[in-house]
């Protein structure tokens, strides 16, 4: 059988949808090989499929604005595939083949969820996050070669669009295509020349194109689909590479939850250039034929949708969400003010979930809230939790054909720990990425996965224990420890008992750099809107409820949001670098050194720089005894404004 003929075929419901609605289920699904289960090639052959089981089933509805909720644009499964073809040949045409990439840089619209699986079926896709600024967003670009840009026009962020075209100049790229919002009619503005680039709108492009077919062989299982670039929590992002084949195990793995039929309804805000709302919310319900109704660009940063959720709810009939912690806490204050008994479950995931979110959500709704885990090196998912089979603070039973295990602290691939105790968490599968994009020749990208992935075990640098059922139970990131005097201090212990106290609304510790102890511990905190609560009475609260001395809090220090990356993380990197430039400042004044300071994150560590007319030998002395690295720079030499490590210091 040609591929092309293969992308319609479906093997036997009992193959393809096995029952996956309780962790009794996971080793009946397992006793079926992966390779047996007649899954689609490419991601590519998830829509030719879904086109031609379901041609007239809505597949997407697109909302213009977030205070139009009851009036999305539906597109059908077919129409869906028809576009698709449309935008690979348009794509193809400007140069794109297979070994490229193409870069991705708007906020989420009609056109760029389509023209995201074009790209993977004709090239490689290359998304990236358009609230990084202009320097970021080249490095990446540039890392993956991209010569096509696909980006949001002026209608949609001008802001966004003059950083696509300073980038396509800056790059030389060839092609420039920008995006309109989903409702635009007519001509749009009229797009400002870019000097050796050609630049016109998408919906031009692909006027009059073949909607067949794709222009070239429809890709393999072990192609490039993607290239993600990882959150930044830690330092710089890198990019991460998807095959076909890891997207499309992970999606079924996700699609098999019993829980849902195809007729569900989903409900899609993340950004796409996040896994997340590719997997989960794109790829993942396509499988089935269900149904998505996706929020407008601003998705979840907008205070009109959260205001209007639950009317939404009940209009679309929405049956499952997915989100981040930070969304369901803001969530849990917006009064129900609507029918939401079509929502079944709500899907929580890139960030632990405070118990404190989870209890005011279910008690305001009704839903539960279930965890899932995962990391863009494992593809998206690699744990989830059923309703009504929630493990409390479990993230949830690792994902079929996904294989779990805690390993001691630098000897992951050696011999897993037993179950139940503490250790590195490990994945290994068909879902982990093939490494990390380290170079991109005439021929692709070159990959490199060592350090990552130690005989087929991915190093998460999450701490975890997995119980009997297999069920995954995070205690925090090996790199978030805070080692006091020798002493490892997990970094949750200060942030429950800050949680604990009424008037706190969210707490992150990091370790403080110490002369005498190597690190100490410091909290930050924001707090209820008008609470009467200082930093020292918190101080106070804090070391009388953890479990420790060692572990009471230096220092307190209330903001107004804590940093989290665009798609909800923490931000621990930011606080870090406050926290080392606090305590540098404090060395120097008390050496009577007048200077600047400013840190920066590294990949290991970080650096402080101090613009100072002291002597080297001075500041030298003043930071003596602390487990730093550091460089003096004159007085008045401008320091770095946005370093690396700083780029996503945004509240979701």
């Known amino acids: 059988m040609d591929r092309t003929s293969a992308l319609t075929t479906s093997p036997p419901d009992d193959l393809l949808w096995p029952e996956h609605g309780e962790p009794g289920d996971l080793p009946r699904v397992e006793a079926v090989p992966l390779e047996e289960r007649g899954l689609p090639d490419s991601t590519y052959a998830i829509f030719r499929r879904a086109a031609a089981l379901w041609p007239d089933r809505v597949a997407l509805t697109v909302l213009p604005t977030a205070e139009r909720f009851d009036d999305g644009v539906p597109t059908t499964y077919a129409e869906l595939l028809r576009q698709l073809h449309r935008t690979a040949h348009a794509l193809a045409g400007a140069g794109v083949r297979r070994g490229t990439a193409v870069g991705l840089l708007s906020p989420n619209t009609h056109e760029l969820l ?75 503005p009229r797009l400002e020349a870019v000097p050796g680039t050609e630049v016109r709108y998408l919906q031009e492009a692909v006027a009059g194109l073949p909607d067949g077919e794709l222009p070239v062989t429809a890709p393999g299982p072990g192609e490039l689909a993607a290239c993600f670039h990882t959150g930044g929590t830690t330092g710089a992002p890198r990019l991460a590479a998807h095959t076909h084949r890891n997207q499309v195990v992970n999606a079924w793995s996700l699609a098999i939850n019993s829980a849902l ?41 907008s205070p009109a949708l959260l205001a209007s959720f639950w009317r939404l709810v009940e209009h679309h009939g929405v049956t499952t969400m997915s989100g981040v912690p930070t969304v369901y806490a803001a969530l849990s204050q917006v009064p129900v003010d609507a029918d939401i008994t079509s929502l079944r479950f709500a899907i929580v995931g890139a960030s632990p979930l405070p118990a404190s979110v989870r209890e005011s959500f279910s008690a305001r709704t009704g839903v539960p809230l279930l965890q899932g885990y995962g990391l863009t090196e494992a593809t998206c998912a690699s744990a989830r939790n059923f309703p ?26 050696g011999q897993p720990l037993a179950t139940g105790q503490v250790g590195v968490l490990a994945v290994k599968g068909p879902t982990v990425f093939p490494g990390y994009v380290v170079n991109w020749g005439d021929t692709g990208p070159q990959l490199d996965s060592s350090g990552k992935v130690i005989d ?112 909800g993380k923490p931000y621990k990197v930011a606080l870090r670098l406050d926290a080392a430039e606090r305590e540098v400042r404090g060395a120097l004044a008390a050496a009577e050194i007048e200077g600047e300071v400013q840190a920066m994150a590294l990949r290991q560590g970080l650096r402080v720089l101090v613009s100072t007319s002291a002597a080297q030998a001075q500041v030298a002395a003043s930071l003596d005894g602390y487990d730093l690295e550091w460089c003096v720079q004159p007085a008045g030499a401008a320091l770095p404004g946005a370093l690396l490590g700083r780029e996503h210091e945004a509240p979701l």
């Not at 990084?132 to 002026?154: E, F, M, T, W, Y």
């Not at 409900?267 to 407008?296: D, E, I, K, M, Y």
């Open 261 to 301: 039929e195809e007729t569900s309804v989903l409900f899609a805000a993340l950004p796409l250039f996040h896994v997340n709302a590719l997997v989960v919310t794109v790829l993942a319900p396509a499988l089935r034929g269900q149904s998505v109704v996706w929020a407008a660009p601003t998705g979840y940063r």
């Open 456 to 567: 087929g075990w991915l190093d998460t640098g999450d701490l975890a224990r997995v119980d009997d059922e297999a069920y995954v139970h995070l205690v925090g990131r090996e790199k978030d420890l805070i080692i006091r005097g020798g002493h490892n201090i997990d970094p949750v212990v200060v942030e429950d008992a800050l949680l604990a106290h009424p008037a706190v609304t969210g707490a992150l510790a990091v370790g403080r750099p110490d002369r005498h102890a190597g690190e100490v511990p410091v909290a930050y905190v924001t707090v209820a809107a008008g609470a009467d609560v200082d930093e020292e009475q918190l101080r106070t609260w804090a070391a009388a409820h953890v479990p420790e001395p060692a572990a009471a809090p230096r220092e307190v220090l209330v903001w107004p949001v804590l940093p989290v990356t665009a798609v």
């Open 114 to 188: 389509v023209a995201t699986v074009a790209a993977q079926a004709v090239a490689v896709a290359a998304p990236v996050n358009p609230a990084l600024g202009p320097v970021h967003v080249a490095d990446l670009l540039r890392r993956s070669a991209v010569r096509v840009l696909v980006a949001c026009g002026p209608e949609l962020d001008a802001e966004v669009w003059q950083t696509a075209r300073d980038v396509a100049a800056q790059l030389g790229l060839t092609t420039l295509l920008a995006l309109r919002p989903v409702t635009a009619a007519g001509d749009g």
């Open 388 to 413: 009504g089979h929630d493990r409390g603070a479990a993230v949830g039973q690792r994902m079929p054909y996904q294989q779990v295990a805690v390993f001691a602290s630098g000897d992951v691939g």
